[in-house]
């Protein structure tokens, strides 16, 4: 089963354009990247950069309107994620615990959707998704 | 189960390989070890609930453990065994061997890579047959269950508790020793590792049915074991060449069947539900594997053939002269019927059935595959392509006496009505 990990630090709702990576932080986190490759259940991670350089396209009335960041008054912000593949949810969980997290930030553990679990019409007509999941090699 | 429960079983699974890793070191035996990782379980069960998870509960458990599997060798008098144990328990505590016992703690630090490793390469030793290394692998290295073993192999759960029990005798009679080998003894015993992660693969892939959850599973465990090796070992070109073949095998996964369960051939598959992630994950593999110098491995070429397909969006933009080429390499470094028979099929696409033909005939001319339907099925089909109608009608009527699928038995004999058609067509 694979899991998103969704780091959400709280920092990033105050925090200004800068990319601010203190390294022994980084060095932990290589750690904890590093304990699930060598466990064989990494999939992908990603760091995404602060709200404030970002952008949220809305669509009242089907009219997309663009709200520059920082995103004022929002809450709970994607920091980055991990994906992974593991037996079960608790799996899952047990992994975000043993994220090196401060005590500001936060794991949210989402399942990501599987071919399987759609149904046979949902699966005709997203048969082409998974070439949209990644470049043509 | 409740959740509670279920959460510490978990912890336990994730913790089990590398407990059990740290208790045969001391214990001295996989048996013992593994004995005393299920008390460290029970007691846990015991414990968490009450007093809350420990902040290490790898740390928590492998104490709890030791101490059970010290109290089972106190008392435990007469097993040979028991001597070993304590006889190795005495010189870890002993003054005098300060600098070994040192070396000891070290070892005993060493990450969790370290011990998935010794335990793995234990447990795929030589000294074992390939069906007792594969339900120990799962049984010790991926925490199933000696009844979730059995469903998995469709076999009684008597039969894989002794053939678990009779594996880990050997081991103790074989006094294999809990190492990692190093320099040309790693190289020398990396393939029966690679080779056993490659079995447990294919006994989930190739699983007919697919009715049991538990046969995909395997392929599951196997590609995260095939990870943790090549992301352990990052300079062994084969590990990298394994990870990429089973990456881009497991790609294809979704498209394999279709819904009813009915499998569907490589050509016909549709590719859009190729996995792109694992796709690009068994490319970049492959491309590590050939860095290091291993293009010419088995499972690189494998997984340089698997990598062909994946780069054709469609079956009719394969590369075949690219694929027949890897295929040939295949069969110099690894040589079977089977090869030669795939590299044949290669071989039609890319130059034409007449080039194929004389490659298939050879084989036919051997007995090695003689039981083996997808011989005459390539024949008929090279000489069906090539005009040769009543030929081709006596390959796949042979073909299809030799399948026991009934479903690829109809679909021969179709092909021998159309082949009999044909040459009723023709005026002679």
């Not at chain 1, 997309?64 to 994906?83: H, Y």
């Not at chain 2, 070992?233 to 498209?255: D, F, I, K, T």
């Amino acid at each position: 089963m694979r899991f998103m990990l969704l780091m959400i630090p709280k920092s990033y709702e105050t925090a200004g354009p800068e990319l601010d990576l203190p390294l022994d932080r980084v060095a932990e986190m290589m750690q904890f990247n590093e304990s699930l490759q060598q466990a064989g259940v990494l999939l992908y991670c990603e760091g995404l950069h602060p709200p404030a350089t970002g952008a949220r396209v809305h669509f009242k009335s089907k009219v997309p309107t663009v709200t520059d960041g920082p995103f004022a008054e929002a809450k709970e912000l994607l920091g980055g994620f991990w994906m992974i593949d593991v037996r079960s949810r608790e799996e899952a969980i047990e992994w975000a615990r043993r994220c090196p997290a401060s005590d500001d930030e936060m794991i949210e553990v989402r399942r990501v959707q599987e071919m399987d679990d759609y149904t046979p019409e949902v699966q005709q007509l997203t048969a082409g998704f998974e070439t949209m999941q990644g470049k043509k090699p | 189960m409740s959740a509670e429960h279920s959460r510490i079983a978990t912890v336990w699974k994730m913790e089990a390989p590398r407990l059990i890793a740290a208790l045969t070191r001391k214990l001295g035996d996989l048996g013992l070890a593994e004995d005393a990782a299920q008390d460290a379980l029970v007691a846990a069960l015991e414990h968490w609930p009450r007093d809350g998870q420990p902040e290490k509960p790898g740390a928590w458990l492998l104490r709890a453990a030791e101490r059970k599997g010290l109290d089972a060798i106190r008392h435990w008098s007469m097993a040979a065994r028991h001597h070993v144990a304590l006889g190795r328990e005495a010189d870890e505590a002993a003054p005098t061997n300060a600098p070994e016992a040192a070396a000891l703690r070290s070892e005993a630090e060493g990450g969790l890579g370290d011990d998935t490793l010794r335990l793995l390469f234990m447990t795929c030793h030589p000294a074992l047959s390939a069906e007792s290394q594969l339900a120990l692998v799962l049984k010790v290295l991926a925490g199933l269950s000696t009844a979730e073993i059995a469903r998995a192999f469709l076999q009684t759960e008597a039969t894989i508790a002794q053939r678990l029990v009779r594996a880990k005798r050997q081991l103790a009679e074989a006094k294999v020793p809990f190492e990692l080998p190093q320099g040309s003894a790693l190289t020398a015993r990396l393939p029966a590792v690679l080779h056993a992660i490659y079995l447990l693969f294919n006994e989930g892939y190739t699983a007919t049915s697919g009715s049991d959850w538990l046969r995909p599973a395997l392929c599951d465990e196997a590609l995260r074991l095939a990870r943790s090796v090549a992301a352990l070992l990052p300079q062994q070109p084969e590990a990298q060449g394994l990870l990429a073949l089973l990456e881009l095998q497991a790609a294809r996964n979704a498209a394999r069947t279709a819904a009813d369960g009915t499998p569907i051939l490589l050509a016909d598959q549709d590719r859009r539900r190729w996995n792109r992630l694992l796709i690009q994950r068994g490319l970049a593999a492959l491309a590590r594997a050939e860095q290091l110098g291993g293009a010419d491995g088995a499972y690189a070429l494998q997984a340089a053939i698997a990598a062909g397909h994946a780069r054709a969006a469609r079956f009719a933009e394969t590369d075949w002269p690219h694929i027949a080429a890897c295929y040939a390499r295949l069969e110099a470094v690894s040589p079977s019927p089977v090869v030669t028979l795939n590299r044949a099929v290669a071989v039609s696409f890319a130059e034409g059935a007449a080039a194929a033909l004389p490659l298939v005939q050879a084989l036919r001319a051997t007995s090695a595959l003689a039981q083996y339907h997808l011989l005459p099925t390539v024949e008929g089909d090279l000489l069906a392509r090539l005009g040769r109608p009543a030929e081709a009608a006596v390959a796949f009527r042979e073909a299809a006496s030799l399948t026991r699928n009934t479903r690829e038995a109809a679909l021969l004999q179709q092909r021998v009505a159309e082949c009999e058609a044909q040459c009723a067509a023709v005026p002679t």
